[in-house]
């Protein structure tokens, strides 16, 4: 299983010579002679805009397809996880139990989740590279590109009516505006028991073979009713066979590839270190949570899965680049783009703004958690919201306010003592970060311990409370100074600092913006412009063909199957996460056991590719993406072929679990059609 | 529960008045006046020396008595873990099962436990001073004193034949020499299950009201037969009744209540959060291993319950620095110290050498876990014993080799995959550390990756065989010289830098004594010298009476009963760790059920102290000190008598365990006889 951290941050590009099947291409930029030479496969504009089309964004992050005409939606189970998690109940566990809404009457609506569906995309960049002066220095150029941005998407979005988002690329090499229609009514339909969807659990986490049947299926509506949906796709329950090709169309959240070495040795020596540290921290926090009993371990499950999947991905990442040797290829690839362009400076540029940013390890103006996230973001909003849209922080802009509300008001359950519990957390490690001694720390504290100081504020906000947060938002920032709710305060208290960081971290940003445009840009002219830009969470297209590969001298087959997941759960004596669900066990005569379960291939992913659509050369869905394997957990910095693989769950198992096992004959009826 | 890190520092002496039953006093400097005053309790010389006596301190880190004329040890189930581990394999789990020998030949030997019984006490800190000249700076000062230490532990060794340590006292201001009995043929007669011993688990842990059979018997014996044993405890199964005044005798490992304000910050904002992250990563570093199956559960298990106890304490401690106000009132009172002595001095000393620790924090010369330990140890041997005794690092020296080839020589069971597991992560940290193009990462890594170069050493070395590491250990510095062994290579290289930082830590270790040995005379100067000194894991009395406290309104009786295990796990509906094993289910009708099981008491202990026999009055065993509460855990760094307690398994529960649980009759008859 892959979660993604979506962080919206430079898009990189990749700066390797491209090898093999590598590259997650943009839409507008196939790699339409490669397919051919290499694959004998001809990119048509329909096939391709069929494809774009049918795929879909969760906001959530993640990825999925539209699946029938009447709005079906197929994802992973741990992309929809979190809205899983906020259906559940106390008494009604739909997260670990599963659920199936035989009639639309029963499909349940998602507190928050927006799903988009990329409609056009424009080059943008002149105009974006002409609103930043060379006279400007990096503040104020940031500002300019900010608010040039935020023009053209406010323009486009009144313009349209669609969410226009424009687009960094090649680390800011180019800059594309994407329109999406947006989804805001999305309803469950489907999901299995947690059992089967992660069957092997943490454990089998990142390794292959894999028996897992990771995918929910959801409904959009629009208007109260089943959407209406044109671009779908159908189905092929033979496909994926070993050998043959298929095409990957996804969101994959974020890559590294352009990185100095400058930029990776901070990656390896500070950043992967330190938020290792922190998953670690919170994964024995969540443990520990668990521990005070069932309904806890309920309460803390869903942030327990994404953060024990994010530690062991980042400690792939890290031992990618702890790996002697490769920094040092880095290093003499870019030293022959400096003898071409004949200057260092851009590198030296990226070099000193690793320096910032180790000095500002020491420095924090935030907390994590949800309860002081809501906080904070009504005390900035209110502030952003008395200059013009296009001078706000970006997210606080009108074209956003929609996505943002959609968020801040969910009526998603909180937990008083999950969050306390967080609280008291990261008041601790704000202390830490900071040191005991600093003034904003006794501040923060007020005279109390961190434990202490979290359960006054969660006892005495009113912020749980959906109805309240309206009621401040509308008050404006009238509101904000007149509230006595501590947590409001608090986050007032923090503002200064945290805006000076943002605005640090905002500048910081731009210098590398420009050192990597001007890398781009070199380059460009040394290889031509057929390479693909780091992933963005914004959709892109890989592909490969299905194919297994070796390990510790024992080859690997490309695919399991349904009765190998029995076979599986034997081998490990039905012990721990290796516990099939009783309705699997219930249906197993029945299950057609050469059904074809999970596949590899060797198309480029990564974290956001999770729940992507897997077509064949027809354009038909043959599968769904829903991890890597552990030797493609260095996809972050660069990729392979020789090992990593990118893992689906093969289509004909989804239809013959929902026929066999899950009695859902209704709905296989509408998929594909 | 409490599972002591021995980590002999330097010993800190309280700075604080001395308040309610505060105090962990030497053998040698009891508080006989307070006694008299408070508790109208008159300590004679005989009482105290049966005491002392009958105490037994396990060099594997905690404490026990002796309770039969036989040799009988009773000390705290997780106190003899590692040795239950040690004795246990795939197919005979003694830490998880328990075990019971009810006739002599089945009593099983421990691999390398070494217990000491403290028989004298004598001041030889005029000596120690003497050989430190005004005119040496910190590095000749340290040697000096190491060597003079040294010279008074070897002469006393050879005249006596006991085990001779120079105990460091006051932070400096005092050094006592301790001479030891020790007993290194200690054999296993009884333990419970674990599910009794730690009954309710990690989510217990720390909390009080608790019912944890945490006790397990040995016995010493001398030359093949038990050992004669004139000064052992009789019991009082009806004492520690609320109320009553109680006396611990232990080993309580270290407090630093003597630390200044500038060292205090440092274990704040440094040492701690450091160790912490240590500890988490370790936790979850043996989860994942853990998840590989039962027989890596079992084999893991011992240190992750060790782990898990350390990041709970160590998160109280913490949480007990970050409290504001408190470092600043320690100040305060150290201000009164600097006026009435009229300068800053030491205290200036103190916070400088804060300065350099944390500089070092981006240095290491050495790796965690046994295999390496053993490499290590066997090249600094060599090294060594090319020096006269006196000379060497102080572990070398030939008044401790008994001890140390003991542990060095173990033939306890050693799994290569868990060392395999354990190695990589250090390799990795290691690389964390000093940064991944320090040219010393490049020579341990040896151009791979950390988890391929953990692979090919725990493949390549021979040292998992007890008898390679003998013969290693006999040819010396010439058989180091010739060894092709990749670990005994690995610690080569490692030498220097290991040695440099040892180096620089004894220095700035030398120039904290001599900085709290002033202060020291100036708080017995200003509040004359019945104060005791910080805890260094050597006998301490401690005492004060059975008491209940009060928490979030409700009060919390001091004592709990047999009967109250069943309930608490019918309250947790018999899930998790609350599962009270099967031995006691069968017999629940037949446990007198209103039996005392667990108790609190104010006495001022701390991790080291597990295992300590609680006595009464008349010195009768009344119960075994396991654990504290919660609120004890900033007990290295201040006492307070308002919330926290010591918490102890009552000696009738044993009792009535032993006979109507474990059918151990045979044994009971033997206890305090």
Chains 1, 2 share one sequence.
Not at 109 to 126: F, G, H, M, R
Not at 258 to 282: C, F, G, M, S, W
Not at 370 to 393: C, F, H, N, T, W
Request: hydrophobic residues 35%; aromatic residues 8%; negative net charge.
């Amino acid at each position: 299983m892959r979660r993604l951290l979506v962080v919206l941050i430079l898009g990189w590009w990749t700066s390797a010579a491209v090898q093999a099947d590598e590259g997650m291409w943009l839409f507008n930029g196939l790699p339409k002679q490669d397919l051919k030479q290499k694959h004998d496969f001809e990119v048509t504009q329909d096939w391709a805009e069929h494809l774009q089309l049918a795929s879909v964004r969760f906001n959530s992050g993640g990825s999925a397809s539209f699946i029938s005409s009447n709005g079906l939606v197929l994802t992973n189970h741990h992309v929809a996880a979190d809205t899983l998690y906020k259906l559940s109940t106390a008494e009604r566990n739909l997260a670990e139990d599963g659920y199936y809404a035989d009639i639309l009457e029963d499909e349940l609506k998602a507190p928050d989740l927006e799903l988009n569906q990329l409609v056009s995309i424009e080059d943008v960049t002149a105009r974006v590279d002409a609103a930043v002066k060379p006279e400007m220095d990096a503040a104020e150029a940031s500002k300019a590109r900010q608010a040039v941005m935020s023009k053209i998407e406010q323009e486009s979005k009144e313009k349209t009516g669609l969410r226009s988002d424009v687009v960094t690329l090649y680390g800011g090499g180019r800059y594309h505006l994407y329109r999406y229609k947006q989804y805001t009514d999305v309803r469950l339909v489907w999901a299995p028991e947690v059992q089967a969807a992660m069957f092997g659990g943490d454990a089998d986490n990142f390794e292959y073979p894999r028996y897992c049947l990771d995918v929910t299926i959801f409904r959009v509506y629009e208007e109260g009713q089943p959407a209406k949906i044109e671009h779908f796709l159908s189905v092929n329950p033979d496909g994926a066979q070993d050998g043959d090709l298929v095409f990957v169309s996804g969101n994959p959240g974020r890559t590294q590839r352009i990185l100095t070495a400058e930029a990776l040795e901070y990656q390896r020596d500070h950043r992967l270190p330190d938020v290792l540290n922190l998953l670690r921290r919170k994964e024995v926090l969540m443990q520990q949570y668990a521990l005070e009993g069932p309904e806890q371990e309920r309460r803390g499950r869903d942030a327990m899965l994404g953060i024990q999947n994010s530690r062991k991905a980042y400690t792939g990442m890290l031992a990618g680049l702890q790996n002697p040797g490769f920094i040092e290829q880095k290093r003499s690839q870019h030293r022959q783009l400096q003898e071409a362009i004949g200057t260092e400076q851009p590198w030296q540029t990226i070099a000193e703004v690793q320096d910032r940013r180790v000095e500002l390890k020491s420095r924090t103006g935030s907390l994590r958690g949800r309860i002081y996230g809501i906080a904070e973001d009504l005390v900035l909003m209110a502030q952003e919201d008395e200059k013009p849209s296009p001078e706000r922080l970006r997210e606080f802009r009108d074209s956003n306010r929609e996505s943002f509300e959609q968020a801040l008001f969910s009526p998603a359950p909180m937990y008083a003592d999950l969050e306390r519990t967080e609280l008291a957390d990261e008041l601790a490690r704000f202390v830490e970060i900071r040191g005991g001694s600093d003034p904003l720390v006794a501040k923060v504290l007020a005279g109390k311990g961190p434990r202490q100081r979290a359960a006054d504020l969660i006892q005495q906000t009113s912020l749980f409370d959906v109805e309240a947060r309206k009621k401040l938002a509308k008050q404006g920032l009238a509101g904000i100074r007149a509230s006595d709710d501590p947590l409001i305060e608090l986050a007032v208290i923090l503002n200064e600092e945290y805006r000076q960081l943002r605005g640090i971290s905002e500048e910081l940003d731009e210098k590398e913006r420009q050192a990597y445009a001007k890398i781009t840009e070199a380059k460009f002219k040394a290889e031509g412009d057929s390479v693909y830009p780091d992933a963005t969470f914004t959709l892109r297209l890989a592909f490969g063909p299905v194919q297994g590969y070796e390990e510790d001298g024992q080859s690997v087959p490309s695919n399991t199957t349904m009765g190998g997941a029995f076979k599986h759960q034997t081998v490990h004596d039905s012990e721990g996460a290796w516990v099939l669900p009783k309705s699997w066990m219930d249906a197993q005569d029945s299950i057609a056991s050469s059904t074809p379960f999970n596949f590899v291939c060797t198309a480029d992913i990564i974290g956001g590719n999770s729940g992507s659509p897997v077509v064949d050369r027809d354009g038909k869905l043959v599968g769904v993406i829903f991890d890597g394997n552990i030797q493609s957990l260095t996809g972050d910095f660069y990729y392979t072929d020789v090992q990593a693989r990118a893992v689906a769950v093969h289509i004909a198992s989804v239809l013959e679990a929902l026929r066999s096992i899950y009695s859902a004959t209704e709905l296989v009826q509408q998929i594909g059609r």
